[in-house]
């Protein structure tokens, strides 16, 4: 099975748009020569596109699946999430138990978000234009992590 990243969010239209992005970015054909393997983007959750952020964000047809149980622990890069964790995931608590590593999104943007108590004063741009920024520069983050050393 190829690794793969679980995003799990307590709302699953946040999940769902940062799996999108994330998906839509590792699946460009030079970062997947770059990385060379796939790498899988799951929801903890069932997917949600009906909303105003998927109607922003989605653009192009990218599939998003569901966590599904044949989905090991050991291929899970990280899990990940933009405004917390749901308290009835758990699935999610499992692998956090089993060293999975847990990213932020907040984290990555470059000025720290808190995408849980998100403000656009203190992150200079809108709620979308944030989590786009944010994705983005995990996906980079991601990349890096995993693509073969070439020194």
Do not use: W
Not at 23 to 33: E, T
Not at 49 to 61: D, Q
Not at 80 to 90: F, R
């Amino acid at each position: 099975m190829p690794k793969c990243l679980v995003v799990a969010d307590d709302d699953l239209s946040v999940a769902t748009a940062v799996a999108h992005l994330l998906g839509s970015q590792l699946n460009a054909p030079v970062v997947r020569h770059r990385v060379k393997q796939d790498i899988e983007v799951y929801v903890s959750g069932e997917p949600c596109f009906s909303n105003a952020l998927a109607a922003e964000i989605v653009s192009i047809p990218v599939q998003v699946h569901a966590l599904h149980n044949a989905v090991l622990d050991e291929n899970v890069i990280a899990v990940i999430t933009a405004c917390g964790l749901s308290e009835i995931d758990q699935r999610v608590k499992a692998m956090l138990k089993n060293d999975v590593p847990l990213l932020q999104l907040g984290d990555f943007h470059p000025n720290k978000v808190d995408f849980g108590n998100f403000s656009e004063r203190m992150a200079n741009q809108s709620f979308t234009t944030a989590l786009v920024d944010a994705t983005f520069e995990l996906g980079n983050f991601i990349v890096n992590s995993v693509a073969p050393s070439t020194i």
